[in-house]
Structures are given as structure tokens and as C-alpha cells.
């Protein structure tokens, strides 16, 4: 692999990067295809939580923050390549560019050497969409995410991380043939949950309710019909799920029913009472993050309200605890 000095700027945050070389994109990314369950990846001894800033809190709009809720992490890394520091982290990948074809999600796997704890990874989308999450790395350095992809051109940023800096490693992905979901919710979680489970659910619907719940029995590898009836295109998808620590899961529709619908989080069977996460909700144009720490094993929340057609997202904190009714999820007449 070809590598170049990179010629520093004063846009280039010294202490963090440090000198720097990049390694020049070379070939396409291969992919995962549709696979959902990205099993448990390990991270046995790598540190809990999820990145990023604290924003909102309970009752926060739409719009309401001119900060961006995902700031991009490397905002002075934006072409292809691997941006790699003197003793920094240092990872295999080769390919920094990425046809996806159709695909709504693709699998992104490699071995880092010299990182300390987990990676990142920040996606930035059409219309400043964006996601952005832990990519757990095994004590042997792998790592193997299944991530959401957005309709059209976006940019995946992978960070490693030790004493000495920041690897930034950024991919240039394309999706084709491909429709942008109104509504995008996307779940992440820590190393302790197991497993925490995402569910959107439409107006006048119920948790766990195959009919008007799109989750893990209703909408992977079909969908439940929601709006026009015998249509496909505006039912919704669970199109990456999860069933150890991390995640992510994501949900997406397109051309929603007018009304309100709600997004709910389980905590499932084994996990520590201390798990904490987060989802991400991409609609309208807006990006807004709902927190929640130390969900018990059995409870539920309600991560937020979407409002269609406004678009408007009320983040909740809300948390009812459901093991009088649970039976393979909760089964209370929530929402
Ligand atoms: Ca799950
Ligand atoms: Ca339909």
C-alpha cells in the first residue's frame, strides 16, 4: 500500500493527530449484504457508554439546538483514506470506497492493532443525516459491525483510539436504487445490556402488537402493512437488529401515516440494571438523540414521539417497568 506524507494545516488539531500519513483508498469495501444479526462482538474489558455530547433531555424539539446533536468527530478529514498518527492505532483496511448498491445496510469488519478500548464510528448523510455509535474491537483487535446505511452519498468515519492519538479512517459510500426513510431510528447500547430491543410503533398501536409494532417478530424479514393496504412502500423495515451488547438496530419508513407514533425501548432478560444507550432519530431533516441510563432488565421506555406530518420528535424519558408482563417482551398496553 502506497502511503504519502500528509502536509499539515492549522485546521489540523496537532495534539491530537499528531504527524500523520495517509494511505490512499485502493479497493472497494466488500460487504455483508443484509445479514441482521450481528451477534455479540465481545469487548470483554473494553470501557461501557456511548460517544458523543450530551444533548436534549426530556422534552426537547426538533430543531431547538443550533449545535448539531452528532457534531462530526474528524470534521478536517473528508476524503477517502486512512489518517493514521505517529504510535497510533493502526488497522488493515484497504478499501476506502464503498458501492452499496441497493443495500440499506452493509457489515464493516478489519482488525486494529495498538487501540486501547473500542472504536467509534460517525456516518454523515444527504441533508446532514447522521449516526454514530461504538464499534466494539475484541482483545485480538477485531471488529465486525453491521451499520445502517442512508439512501445516496455519505461518509463513514472509523476512529482508533490510544495514548498517542486518533486513527481516522474515512469511507466514501454510495447507495443506489435505494428510497430515504421519512423516519430513521437507530438503538445503541453499552457493553452490559443483553440485549436491549427497539421497537416503532404506529398511531393507536401497541407494544409487542405484530399488527402495529415494527420490531424483532414483526419486521425483519417481513413487514407488518402499515398506511395503504396491500403496498409495500410505506411499510416500515427493522433492518439491522441485534441480540448482544452495542447494537446497533434500525428501523425506517417511508411515507408515514398521518399521527403519532411512539418508540419504545425493552431491556431484555440478563443485562445489568447500570445498561445505558441511546437512539437516534433522523426524520425530517432534523437529527435529535434521546439518552437513557441504567435501564433494568424488564423495563421499558419510551424513547420519544414523532409527529407526522410535522416531523416534530418530543424526546421522553419515561420508564415503566414490565415484569408483571412479560412474556418474550413486554405485553402491557403501552403506549
Ligand atoms: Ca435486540
Ligand atoms: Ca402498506
Redesign the pocket.
Known amino acids: 500500500m502506497k502511503r504519502f506524507s500528509l502536509l499539515l494545516t492549522a485546521a489540523v488539531p496537532l495534539a491530537l493527530f499528531g504527524a500523520c500519513t495517509i494511505e490512499a483508498p485502493s479497493d472497494p469495501v466488500s460487504t455483508g449484504g443484509s445479514g441482521n444479526d450481528t451477534g455479540d462482538t465481545g469487548g470483554a474489558g473494553n470501557e461501557a457508554g456511548a460517544p458523543g455530547k450530551d444533548v436534549g433531555g426530556a422534552g426537547g424539539e426538533t430543531g431547538s439546538d443550533p449545535e448539531p446533536q452528532i457534531p462530526d468527530p474528524a470534521p478536517e478529514y473528508s476524503e477517502p483514506g486512512a489518517y493514521v498518527c505517529d504510535g497510533c492505532p493502526e488497522s488493515d483496511r484497504e478499501s476506502f470506497v464503498l458501492d452499496a448498491g441497493p443495500a440499506t445496510s452493509a457489515r464493516f469488519t478489519g482488525i486494529v492493532t495498538g487501540i486501547d478500548g473500542d472504536g467509534t464510528y460517525y456516518l454523515r448523510g444527504p441533508g446532514g443525516a447522521a449516526l454514530e455509535g461504538i464499534v466494539p474491537v475484541d482483545d485480538e483487535g477485531s471488529y465486525s459491525i453491521e451499520l445502517p446505511l442512508f439512501c445516496g452519498q455519505q461518509l463513514l468515519k472509523l476512529l482508533w483510539t490510544n495514548a498517542s492519538g486518533t486513527t481516522v479512517e474515512v469511507v466514501n459510500i454510495t447507495t443506489e436504487d435505494c428510497v430515504e426513510a421519512d423516519i430513521r431510528v437507530t438503538l445503541s447500547w453499552d457493553a452490559v445490556g443483553r ?4 421497537h416503532l410503533i404506529k398511531p393507536g398501536g401497541r407494544i409487542n402488537d405484530d399488527a402495529t409494532d415494527c420490531t ?1 417478530t414483526s419486521c425483519i424479514s417481513s413487514s407488518p402493512d402499515w398506511g395503504v393496504e396491500g403496498d409495500p412502500s410505506d411499510d416500515p423495515h427493522k433492518d439491522v ?3 448482544g451488547a452495542y ?1 446497533p ?1 434500525n428501523i425506517w419508513l417511508a411515507k408515514p401515516e398521518p399521527g403519532i407514533y411512539t418508540v419504545m425501548v425493552e431491556h ?1 432478560a440478563a443485562g445489568d440494571p447500570t445498561s445505558s444507550g441511546q437512539v437516534i432519530f433522523n426524520v425530517a431533516g432534523e437529527v435529535v438523540v434521546a439518552r437513557m441510563e441504567n435501564l433494568a432488565p424488564y423495563n421499558v421506555w419510551t424513547a420519544g414521539t414523532i409527529e407526522w406530518p410535522s416531523g416534530k420528535v418530543t424526546i421522553h424519558d419515561d420508564v415503566y417497568d414490565c415484569s408483571e408482563d412479560w412474556s418474550g417482551g413486554c405485553y402491557a398496553e403501552l403506549p
Open positions: 440485549d436491549w430491543e427497539l424483532w437488529d441485534n441480540t447494537g438496530e431484555w
